[in-house]
């Protein structure tokens, strides 16, 4: 049975929410097992009581059925779907979610197709930002996957999907149009003096004129920024 009244205190000395509340909040924000002695330091209680707090939230769970589960696992606790709940969470990501890519999400989809096999670093790299979250997302929707490992890192190395095709209607790699007829004309004269390809890269669209529009709007931005 869990004890709703074990509050945990606040900065002002006052009655927070209770322990298994606070617990509930850090795990479903974070992406890998946490120990129960960073849990106890955070909510500043005796480890002994946080990892009781934790088998009784886990059994709740069990108890009720939920959707979740909450599993120590690697040293650490985590929630997790419920297995049997695996088809339709499946079903969901791949198949019932017609949301459209964001625009973060199609630059980084644009990168990897491009520079396959590549690795989350290379990417976040070429975008300018961490791309973590990003190549997650791709990775649940079916559109990349893992390619093995970088020899001389040993970072994991991803590629695109036969679904990433299949949703491009493309037959294979080798039909995917060249970037330069994709690029703002100053990108390219650049490049083409340079001898490089350019490392700034987005998806391909079906009017060219929209695509270079937005890379020109977004250079503006960037500009603005540095002002």
């Not at 509930?24 to 849990?39: C, G, S």
Request: hydrophobic share 40%.
């Amino acid at each position: 049975m869990l004890n709703d009244n074990a509050a945990v205190t606040s900065s002002e000395g006052e009655p927070g929410p209770s322990l298994e509340a606070c617990l509930e909040a850090i795990l479903l924000v974070v992406d890998e097992p946490v120990a129960e002695v960073v849990l106890a330091q955070v909510l500043e209680r005796p480890r002994d009581e946080v990892a009781r707090a934790l088998r009784e939230l886990a059994a709740s769970y069990d108890e009720q059925r939920r959707g979740y589960d909450l599993r120590q696992v690697a040293g650490g606790w985590r929630c997790y779907t419920r297995e049997e709940c695996a088809p339709v969470v499946e079903r969901f990501v791949r198949d019932g979610q017609e949301v459209r890519l964001t625009q973060a999400a199609l630059e980084t989809l644009a990168v990897v197709a491009y520079r396959q096999p590549v690795s989350r670093s290379r990417v976040s790299a070429v975008r300018g930002v961490n791309c973590d979250a990003v190549m997650r997302t791709l990775t649940l929707r079916g559109l990349v996957e893992e390619a093995g490992t970088e020899h001389e890192t040993g970072a994991i190395l991803y590629r695109t999907t036969g679904y990433f095709l299949e949703r491009l209607g493309l037959a294979g790699l080798d039909e995917l149009p060249e970037l330069a007829p994709f690029l703002p004309d100053q990108i390219e004269e650049a490049a083409n003096q340079a001898g490089v390809v350019p490392e700034r890269i987005d998806v391909p669209a079906d009017q060219p004129g929209e695509v270079a529009e937005r890379n020109e709007e977004a250079g503006e931005a960037r500009d603005e920024q540095g002002t």
